[in-house]
């Protein structure tokens, strides 16, 4: 079966530190990759998504992802992260474009002012 | 453009009782998704319906089912709840073959 593993549960980081959040995934076929996020009271947004063409992608607020086919993996990065980053973030994969989301666990992210 | 509406916000039942939860898409969605964000089990697909037929279906009991309408919006209902039904219910709308967009959530408690 499908499923998507996040490395980290809870991460902790003060402003301006680097970020990168693993992801792995178990599908060896074609896979649709997406990182949602969370804010606290807020509902789950896209924050950034891999169909096809070039592996590193941007998404918005300055977070990036590498699909790496060879390692199963999507981390997703920061250079330097806001408070305002504080939020749980899901990693999640789609076997088909138009089918169901499996999604990782969740890494909470707290980000000390 | 409004994004994805689910209501009630909050729900409160007592076990055995009946749920019914419901979901408007975004405007042109066909695609509506059902997701069971349950504490320390994240967020597991339910049911998958697009232009009114039910297309996928996740590892849930019967008792779990749902429906959409001529409008595309959906309901979700749950029979004969169990206290392990608590839990927020996230619904998701796309096109087909496009990411899904998701609403606030109904939280369900079950006493």
């Known amino acids: ?113 | 453009e409004a994004g994805v509406t689910q209501s009630p916000t909050h729900l409160i039942k007592t076990r055995g009782q009946q749920a019914t939860l419901r979901c408007s898409p975004i405007s042109g969605h066909t695609s509506v998704y059902w997701y069971q964000q349950a504490l320390g089990l994240g967020l597991q697909f339910l049911l998958w319906y697009d232009e009114g037929e039910e297309r996928n279906r996740g590892n849930f009991p019967p008792r779990f089912s749902g429906r959409q309408f001529p409008n595309y919006s959906s309901e979700l209902n749950v029979n004969a709840l169990e206290l392990e039904d608590s839990a927020l219910y996230l619904c998701a709308s796309s096109l087909v073959g496009h990411e899904q967009y998701f609403g606030p959530g109904t939280r369900l408690t079950v006493t």
Do not use: M
């Not at chain 1, 169909?51 to 997703?76: H, M, Q, R, T, Y």
């Not at chain 1, 973030?89 to 499996?102: G, M, Q």
């Open chain 1, 1 to 113: 079966a499908q499923s998507v593993s996040q490395h980290n549960h809870h991460v902790i980081l003060s402003e301006a530190a680097s970020l990168e959040l693993g992801c792995n995934y178990s599908y060896g076929g074609t896979v649709n990759l997406f990182w949602y996020v969370q804010y606290p009271g807020q509902h789950l947004q896209l924050l950034l998504k891999y169909f096809s063409g070039d592996p590193l992608v941007k998404g918005i607020k300055g977070f990036e992802a590498e699909f790496i086919k060879s390692k199963f993996s999507f981390n997703l990065r920061k250079p330097s992260v806001q408070w305002s980053d504080t939020a749980e973030y899901f990693c999640a994969v789609t076997v088909n474009r138009d089918d169901k989301i499996i999604f990782g666990k969740g890494t909470r992210l707290h980000i000390l002012p």
